[in-house]
């Protein structure tokens, strides 16, 4: 069973891959998480989206859960998205890559 995938919009050779890099882990129960470090991508309980520090399981309650959590085409379907947005020290993907050509 596969219980975690990595998800980047760099290529894996790029020296910067692992700063841009989104993991979509297996949470149980048919449960899983987009994660880039400590952060969780989830919906912000107002109809948008957001990366939330993800406290330790003994804070996780049920509402932060359902926010968090997802199946795992919708989790897959949302790393693919963000890949490409995300940013490391204020450097897009696409500063990234244009500095690894250097």
Known sequence: MITEYTICALPE????????????????????????????????????????????????????LGRNRFDEQTALQLAEEQAPRMTCNGITVTEAMKRAER
């Open 13 to 64: 050779g790029n020296i910067n891959y692992q700063h841009y890099a989104i993991t979509v882990s297996y949470r149980g129960e048919d449960r899983w998480a987009v994660c880039s470090g400590p952060f969780c991508f989830g919906t912000d309980g107002n109809g948008g989206w957001e990366w939330d520090y993800e406290p330790s399981p003994s804070n996780r309650d049920d509402d932060w």
